[in-house]
């Protein structure tokens, strides 16, 4: 190529504009921004599940009892080697670090009563001749309960929208939530001085 061309093309050619002192101030303002959203981003509040003791406790008691499903049933039962229906409740409810009365009928009378149910709160049924409250489940969740099912001889996870536990429904009740303690049993009292 000709030296005159080689001039004229550089003459022509844009030339890349340098970064100017005034763009500085700009870019470094812009990085230290970032840096601190991406800082505080570290900060942001955790998932509902983890900051509510609550929810954690419902999500412990579900998935406590969806564990035990296929355990056997045993009368008097409050363990992973047999429950009854009231015994998956204290079982469950225990491994979320809070007590419930023993029976169903204690359970039923303890608990603060609910109209709309969430998952962990129980379902009390009547299912015997003799009119008395006599099963409890654990509401799961999406219209399901889980119970210690003594027909079928195992704990087992049902729909609520069969016509059997429609017709024996009495209600529910919940041991969490609007301040309640955790609920002991009581113990008799004695006359010796000594206890």
Not at 50 to 74: C, F, H, K, L, N
Not at 83 to 106: F, H, K, M, N, W
Request: one cysteine or more; a positive charge; proline letters at 9%.
């Amino acid at each position: 190529m000709h030296p005159r061309l080689i001039g004229q093309l550089h003459k022509k050619a844009p030339a890349m504009p340098p970064i100017l002192p005034s763009h500085a101030p700009r870019i470094l303002m812009a990085l230290w921004l970032l840096a601190c959203l991406l800082w505080l981003g570290g900060c942001a509040t955790p998932p509902a599940s983890s900051r509510d003791p609550q929810t954690a406790a419902r999500q412990r008691i579900v998935g406590t009892a969806e564990r035990m499903v296929g355990t056997p049933y045993v009368l008097g039962g409050e363990s992973p080697d047999g429950v009854d229906c009231s015994g998956l409740v204290q079982y469950a409810y225990r491994q979320a670090g809070i007590r419930v009365p023993r029976t169903t009928i204690e359970q039923f009378q303890a608990g603060q009563s609910q109209r709309q149910v969430l998952p962990g709160d129980l379902l009390f049924f009547r299912t015997d001749a003799s009119g008395n409250i006599s099963h409890v489940g654990i509401y799961a969740g999406q219209g399901q309960m889980i119970h210690a099912s003594s027909s079928s001889g195992q704990v087992r996870k049902v729909s609520l929208n069969q016509r059997y536990w429609q017709q024996r429904m009495v209600g529910g009740a919940t041991f969490l939530g609007m301040g309640n303690p955790p609920v002991t049993r009581r113990r008799p009292a004695t006359d010796s001085p000594n206890s």
